[in-house]
């Protein structure tokens, strides 16, 4: 009988920046997939529909074919088990969840959010696990679905076992156990009728015929959960296999963040690293070459790719190795035409120069003005001094302050032209009770490196919404940085003055 074949899969969520860590991940599952001569599947889980938007979908694709990171099957080229949009398969998760109700292996929870904190507070106060009341657990199904045609409020709960352990077999980590008293009835399909990430995942997986389930490791502890739905459902599980978490290069090592590095794939493209010197840095992470070279390509990775030789040992994200390395890339792999296409392609071609030239030309006197007044459209980090970062009546922390506010708006911002970034400085000026003129002083000195340059709103969209983050993030640390208490307090002044949350 011949082995099925291994199909894998990475699953981003659309809700933001495309990730170094969601690289990471896939390039680990499309090197297991070729050296098996597997297929490698892309799924967008857009579920959470506040967050989502196609803008963050086209991104992810995007960086991960610039990574040279080609799927078999997904959202933009189909396959035999689409759709690859969660949100397209609700009707699905919903068979599934109607099915886990009829036997008895989920519920209807009908408690409030004020009564579901109350049962927390009297857990805490108990020394219990958060866990769930057993009135809606122990409701019968007859009751239950009465409730629910008579129009009350739902989400779907599954049912895990309250006493025993749960027996995890990792490929990477071995056996791992964990009680089933320390987990909790998991939600599984929303009151908005769109599945939690668990249901969707497993329904998926199987479904897509996934045979291994490469991920982080961050989610080691909801295997239990997805053990226990293959089980109800009557299906195989797959091999699980969950990958170190990328680390800061910091005394702690601490988890990647992009507070301590840039994160997203579109920074380094646009900060002029080389794809395939990128992909080299994330492929030795958490793996080695024969010999322990350093600088390999895809191809040569996938001859001598196993996965079971990768590393647990916390994978640092250094950039200065990363820069290091892309430096070798520029002076071993390019001779002069080969890096003059390489700088077209990546910002002095013609696109990009007639971008500018529209904002630039006003203020020349001579040609050779071009290159002061515009070098921080081709630049990484500009000159910048903590004195030059000022705005009246502010002291530095208050500035820095003024400045993650402008990150967080940002951040949700989807559209990225100079219109819209216009509107969200003078929403910005008006809650911080500023004169928008008095407020974008420091934002000139923080993204240009002077007080006068090119119209900010439209060099802020010639220079993208990466770039821009990051160079307001390296402001933040010449002012003194932001503490995650001042960080905390933050976000609530935040959430008061934009509503919602950031």
């Known amino acids: 009988m011949s082995k099925p074949e291994t199909r894998v899969r990475i699953a981003p969520s659309p809700t933001g920046d495309p990730h170094v860590g969601t690289a990471y991940q896939a390039l680990y599952n499309y090197a297991f997939a070729r050296t098996r001569g597997g297929k490698f599947i892309l799924r967008i889980e857009d579920t959470d529909q506040a967050r989502s938007s196609p803008e963050s979908e086209r991104a992810i694709l995007s960086s991960l074919r610039w990574l040279g990171l080609e799927w078999d099957e997904g959202p933009d080229i189909g ?29 209807r929870c009908y408690c409030t959010k004020e009564e579901l904190e109350q049962m927390r507070i009297e857990q805490r106060e108990k020394k219990l696990p958060a866990l769930f009341d057993e009135v809606c657990r122990n409701r019968s199904l007859d009751e239950s679905s009465r409730r629910a045609e008579a129009g009350d409020a739902y989400v779907i709960r599954m049912k895990v076992p309250r006493d025993g352990v749960c027996v995890i077999k990792d490929l990477l980590h071995g056996e791992i156990r964990k009680d089933w008293a320390s987990i909790d009835d998991q939600i599984i399909i929303k009151s908005d009728g769109f599945p939690t990430y668990h249901l969707a995942n497993v329904v998926d997986d199987h479904l897509m015929g996934i045979t291994h389930v490469i991920r982080g490791e961050e989610w080691i502890n909801s295997v239990p ?25 910091d005394k702690n090592k601490s988890k990647l963040s992009k507070r301590k590095n840039p994160t997203s794939i579109e920074y380094y493209r646009r900060a002029g690293f080389l794809p395939q010197a990128l992909l080299n840095f994330l492929g030795m992470l958490g793996w080695s ?29 250094d950039v200065k190795k990363l820069r290091w390395l892309n430096g070798r890339y520029i002076r071993e792999d390019h001779d002069a035409p080969a890096l003059r296409e390489e700088l077209f392609k990546w910002a002095l071609g013609p696109e990009m120069v007639e971008k500018i030239i529209p904002l630039a030309q006003p203020r020349l006197e001579t040609l050779a003005d071009w290159g002061f007044l515009t070098a921080f459209f081709f630049a990484d980090a500009v000159p910048c001094q903590a004195e030059e970062l000022k705005l009246k009546g502010h002291d530095a922390g208050e500035v820095a302050e003024v400045f993650q506010f402008a990150i967080w708006q940002l951040e949700r911002q989807r559209d990225f032209r100079s219109e819209a970034i216009e509107l969200l400085f003078k929403e910005l000026a008006e809650a911080l009770e500023l004169k928008v003129r008095v407020l974008l002083g420091p934002f000139y000195v923080a993204l240009s490196g002077k007080a006068a340059s090119t119209p900010l709103y439209q060099s802020m969209e010639i220079l993208g ?34 509503g919602g949350t950031r």
């Open 79 to 107: 396959g035999p088990h689409g759709p690859y949009r969660q949100s397209e398969r609700t009707a699905i998760y919903r068979e599934h969840a109607a099915r886990l109700l009829e036997s008895g292996h989920a519920y």
């Open 225 to 249: 959960k997805h053990l226990k739905l293959y089980e109800d459902l009557g299906w195989e599980a797959p091999v699980f296999c969950h990958l170190p978490l990328l680390r800061n290069a």
């Open 289 to 317: 070459m024969p010999g322990d070279e350093e600088k390999f390509t895809l191809d040569q990775m996938l001859e001598h790719f196993r996965l079971e030789d990768i590393n647990l040992g916390g994978p640092v994200f």
């Open 465 to 498: 919404s990466d770039m821009v983050r990051m160079r307001l993030r390296r402001a933040i640390e010449l002012l003194g940085g932001l503490s995650s208490k001042k960080l905390k307090a933050l976000e609530k002044r935040y959430e008061d003055l934009f």
